[in-house]
């Protein structure tokens, strides 16, 4: 497999990028669980494991990336993209969890932080409060204008509602097998495939890049708008297969 940030062939006994150092730890595409050095099938339900990107706190500080980490005494609770990364406080709504300035064309989430799985894509991960108010949406949309791709790391398993909202110039999102589900369905971007951008540009398709086949995909729950989407175009569907 590939380095999901530099395109480096990864050491297959280490899951290490042997060119930019990043860390990969096997993540089963079934249940989500990360898996122990070696493990190639889930003991816990048979999962095949695939390597998801695994960060450090200050990686993912670096790549503008924020986790919320909600834990209490000892226990971890389920880690979402969004928020902030203390969750002792439980503080997590209204706090964007993509804050790199300027925002990188090619945004890569990672499927673990320090060795946990990392479950899903808040709602506010690219865009809070205001943001989502029509009349400041094309405010948004200019400063989401330069993310072209988003490639989110095997493991990770659910999109919410909101997800991707306001990604005015996403071309490409690359998703894992491990997805089970995808809420987040483009209604922001296309409405009735009528011009939203506020500039008279109507948005160019996205394709979604699958690393699964197809029938692998009717597994993943979208909405019916989503299933609109793809026919009229809007979403092309690109399935990598396993
Ligand atoms: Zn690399
Ligand atoms: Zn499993």
Same mark, same amino acid.
């Given at each position: ?39 190639? $099938? ?146 922001? $971007? ?9 500039n008279g540009v109507k948005k160019t398709p ?37």
């Amino acid at each position: 497999m590939k380095c999901e940030l530099c395109f480096g062939e990864l050491d297959a006994e280490t899951l290490r990028c042997p060119s930019c150092g990043a860390k990969y730890t096997p993540v089963c595409v079934n249940c989500g669980r990360a898996l122990a050095p070696g493990e190639t $099938l889930c003991p816990a339900c048979g999962g095949e494991g695939l390597p998801g990107l695994d960060m450090t706190r200050q990686g993912l500080t670096e790549a503008g990336i924020k986790c919320f980490m909600p834990y209490a005494g000892d226990r971890v609770y389920d880690i979402y993209f969004g928020g902030n990364h203390d969750g002792g406080g439980w503080e997590f709504h209204n706090l964007r969890g993509y804050v790199r300035e300027p925002p990188q064309p090619r945004v890569v989430l990672p499927a673990l932080v320090e060795g946990r799985p990392i479950y899903g894509i808040w709602n506010e991960f690219f865009c809070v409060g205001d943001e989502f108010v029509p009349e400041k949406q094309e405010a948004a949309f200019a400063r989401m204008m330069q993310i072209r791709e988003i490639v989110v790391s095997n493991g990770v398993r659910e999109a919410f509602t909101y997800a991707f909202f306001n990604c005015a110039g996403l071309e490409t999102l690359e998703l894992p097998r491990s997805m089970v589900s995808m809420k987040y369905d483009f209604y922001d $971007l296309f409405m009735d495939g009528e011009e939203v951008m506020g500039n008279g540009v109507k948005k160019t398709p996205v394709t979604i890049r699958y690393r699964g086949t197809e029938e692998d995909w009717r597994r993943v729950a979208v909405t019916s708008r989503f299933q609109d989407y793809v026919a009229m175009g809007c979403i092309k569907m690109e399935y990598l297969g396993r």
